[in-house]
């Protein structure tokens, strides 16, 4: 074995695994998110865009940022939980404004977003999930020897 295998090697058993137990769960959740807000941006954007560009704009940023999410949760270790924790709350944060947002100024919404209405379109999920992951990444942690 190389010096740079053996650094390879060192990292991936110090790297984290954050997709273990329910992180698992989260991760599949967060790429159901990833393939429904991403596809229905990119066909809103691409057939109809005029109509509703704020919404379907919103839409898009939902997707990138499950991707992310979803990348960090793959990815493990402490740099990728934080990035996570923080992707997280801005995505919550996300939820609320525009959930809000639609509730207080439906004009400014000719159509929904992901996020429209604290996600009632999605069950729900897209204000459920962040809370979850941030409850998870926190206690994972907590959890951990060391």
Not at 24 to 37: E, K, R, T
Not at 46 to 58: G, I, K, Q, V
Not at 71 to 85: D, H, I, P, Q
Not at 90 to 119: I, K
């Amino acid at each position: 074995m190389t010096s740079g295998e053996a650094e390879v090697t060192a990292t991936e058993k110090k790297r984290t695994r954050l997709i273990s137990g329910p992180g698992m769960l989260l991760v599949w959740l967060y790429g159901v998110m990833v393939v429904g807000a991403v596809s229905r941006s990119a066909v809103q954007i691409a057939t109809e865009f005029d109509h509703a560009p704020l919404a379907y704009s919103l839409s898009a940023v939902a997707g990138l940022v499950y991707g992310f999410i979803t990348y960090s949760l793959v990815r493990g270790g402490e740099t990728a939980r934080k990035a996570a924790r923080m992707c997280c709350a801005a995505e919550l944060v996300g939820v609320l404004v525009v959930g809000t947002w639609t509730l207080v100024e439906p004009s400014a919404f000719p159509d929904a977003t992901v996020w429209s209405d604290y996600g009632m379109g999605y069950l729900f999920i897209p204000v459920l999930l962040p809370v979850t992951a941030m409850y998870w990444l926190r206690k994972s942690r907590a959890e951990q020897p060391g």
